[in-house]
Each structure stands twice: as structure tokens, then as C-alpha cells.
């Protein structure tokens, strides 16, 4: 008996429960089996129709397989948002969830160029302005992701600003702006990137507050409640200040606000569960050999019971072997830990801004610690996460103090640090020209353009990329014809 042909549809699935079952292609797997398991699978064979999912082996151990990016429409499923601060510890939980399913995710700005699909999985940054609602009403559920606030700064700056500078900068200076006859030096731009610190900061605790309050919607800076209409002026690249003038000021227009609640209207109505997410997921733990498994059996477990997309989770003794392959094996798509030089690749933070960061954390470990939330499992893993990143940034204060972590002029120092070590370094240069650091030119009209110019850039690439995926998508879909 030739079994090459039924092994190749079935040897890499979990069988679904009920519903329709698409098929696809899937890559011929020669498995040994003895003469009677397989007449037993090849009956069993004629009256399934299926595709290619990870198959559990029994015992803890699996065989994960690429998910299927040919998303039927006709199956009616819980679709789960999974949210975070821009970096790259999304996609590692999104490849999780399709190991676990068989099924692909989508990135949001897939959807704002391509339109809507059928996804069970999306891939959000929303509400941070690197993010875009673009799914509608597609979606039911969401998990957050939370990673260590200096490294989500680290990885979303290496992609946003490169972090070298000098290579950005000058990139950046290749576009044609008329507004100065010279361009500003590269002292100025690390310093104007440097103020971009102390808003993501703030973005950062936001945006934990939109998504474990059920979008609710507050100051970036402040965290006081505010109207709609204020909320949407954080929720841009452009940080308000287009707007500041037109409304009287920042502080006045918060001011107006009130103190009543307010919510994001499409969490209330677009989101049939709600934007509470069901687990936090922390990216260190996740990713760690020791805990890992652990914190991905969260996710899977988001999955149980759930309308139509349980019937494609693969058993939870397999959940263990699905992250393994993952993170540990390396399997599927390339995510930021295989980006290269990515464990070389490590960037200091001041002492000024690391303290900022603590204020920040302790604000959030403080409320999600309170009585108020005591109770719900998704504060108590929340604030055992900021715990752990607290004792982090803790740690590295002490490393920066003792000298352990050197900064340099391209390491994020602040503006007290930086104008410190500039003046050290003048003083050493013997310079025979003083320079007053306190009357420097004004280039902020200048960055303004810059970071417009950057951010419209990005949202380029974002579609670019999606594009590309789709493509290759395509090629592989028309393949398996």
C-alpha cells in the first residue's frame, strides 16, 4: 500500500471538531506506520477533507508545519487581537498562536491596504500612532503583550530611528527641506531624538491604561481623563502640536475635559468582547527558555472553548513542543530575534531617563496593585511583570552610577546628561572659542518636518512590507493551486 498520499494531508493536522474544512496543500511527509494503523487512517481519510495543521505525536512531543495564509471566509470564529507597544514581541506571539491553530495572522496595516478578511489573528499597535484601526469589526478579543520598557524603546527606535544616528541622520538628510541654509549638526538631532524619549515614556503607561481599562481614554502626559475630542489629538504622529495653537493650548484644552470617563467608542461597539484583554503576556518570560512555556500556555489557553477556532487548537500536551519549536528551533517566518546582531546589538539609557521609566512603572505597579484590581488575574500577572522590570531598571541604574555601563554621545542621555558631557568634552578640547550651550539655534521647526517626513516614511514601509507579504503569499497559494 502506497501511503505517501495520504500521509501528505494528514500527517501535520489536528483534526478539526466540526465545521467546514478547507484544504490546502501541504508538504509530503514520508512517516513509517504499520500495515493496519495505516488502512485504519486511509478509511479514515475519506471522509475528512483537510489541511495542514502541527500534529500532535503524543507524549509532549509535535511536528509544527507553516500556517495556511488561504483564510476561507465562510468560518465563523472567535478572531483575538493581540496588542502591544511598538517592537518586535508581537509577531513572536502571533507565530505562536498560528503554530497552535494551523492558521496565519494579519497585520493591521494589511488590512487598511488591502481591506478585510476573515483572520483569526491580528497584529495591532493601535492605540500608539504607529498603529492604525483598520480591522473594523472583525475582531472579538484581545491579549496584551507587555515587554520591559527600555527594550520596547530600544527595539521600536531601531526601527523608527535606527538608533546609530549617523546613518539615519544622514538618510534624513538626503530629502530636500528648504528651511534653513544649514542643516542642523548631529549633536542637534541626538538631542531632539533624546526628547522623544520622555513621550514614549508616557505613550508607553497610556497605552497600557487604553487596553487593561477597556479603552478608556486619557492624557498621554498627564493621565487624566479627557473627552474624545482631546484623546484623538494624542492619537496622531504629529503629538498635538499641529493642533496646540487652534485650541488655546495643551494644558487648557485637558483642563476642559472634565472628569467623567470616556471611552473609545469602537472598543464598545466593534469589539464583541470588549478591549479588556483576557491574559498579559510577558515578552522576557515568553521568550525565556525556563519560563516560556509557561507564559505561551497562556495564549492557548485564550483559544479553549472559543468559538470555531478552538476546533483547530492543537491538544495542550503539544502546547509546550509548538513554543519550542518556535523559539528555541527557530521555525517559521523570521521574527527580531533572528535579526542579525541582534544579542550584540545594546544601547545605554541615562540615569535621568532610566529614573523616568521607574516613575512610570511604579505609577502602574501602584494602580494595578490597588484594591480596585487586586482581584482580576490580569492585573496580579501585570504588576508580577512590571515587578520584574522595576528590579531590571533598578539594577542598571546602579550599573550606570558605578561606572559598569559607559555612555557615549549616541546612547540616549537626556538633556541634563547630554549638555553634561558636552561640556566635558569642551573642556578637554581646549577649545579656543567658547560656545554657550544655553543660546543654541533653534531647530525645532526644522525636526518637526523631519519627523513628519520620517513618520510618513514609515507608514510606507509598513504598506510596502504588507504588500510584499501579500505577494509572496500569493506565490505560495498559486503554488499549491
Known sequence: LDFSSFFSRTSMMTQPKE???PTSGSKAIKLFAGVVLGVALLALSETIDTR??????????????????DIPNDIDWITTLVV????????????????????????????????MSNHPFIKTNYPHYDGDWGWEDAADQSILIVRNIRNTFTEFHHVMWDLGAPKTYAEALEHEYDLYDNLPPQEHFLSWRDEHVYDEISFYGWFIDYWMEGGILRDVYSHDLVDGDTWYMNYSPDHFHELEGAYGGYDEVVAQAGGLPAYDERCANLVSGGCVPLAVISAERFESPTTGPAEAAKMGAVLEGKRGISDYLIEK???????????INR??????????????????????????????????????GSKTWQQQQ??????????NHKAALEQEIVEVQNGLRK??????????TRRRMEMEKLQLSNAQEARDLKQRADYKEFFDVLEKKMMEKRIFQKRRAVVREQRVIDRKLKRLG
Open 52 to 69: 495542514q495543521l502541527s500534529i500532535n505525536l503524543g507524549g509532549g512531543a509535535c511536528q509544527w508545519t507553516a500556517p495556511d495564509h
Open 19 to 21: 465545521g467546514p474544512r
Open 407 to 416: 555612555l557615549t554621545e549616541n546612547d540616549f542621555l537626556g538633556p541634563k
Open 84 to 115: 502591544g507597544f511598538p517592537s518586535g514581541d508581537k509577531r513572536l506571539a502571533f507565530k505562536h498562536l498560528e503554530g497552535l491553530t494551523g492558521w496565519a495572522a494579519r497585520d493591521e496595516w494589511a488590512y487598511k491596504t488591502f481591506g
Open 331 to 368: 521555525k517559521g517566518e523570521k521574527t527580531f530575534l533572528d535579526r542579525e546582531g541582534h544579542s550584540r546589538r545594546n544601547y545605554n539609557f541615562s540615569e535621568e531617563f532610566l529614573n523616568e521609566m521607574l516613575r512610570e512603572i511604579y505609577r502602574l505597579i501602584i494602580k494595578y
Open 317 to 327: 500536551e503539544a502546547w509546550g513542543c509548538v513554543w519550542e519549536e518556535l523559539i
Open 378 to 387: 490580569i492585573a496580579k500577572d501585570l504588576v508580577s511583570i512590571l515587578n
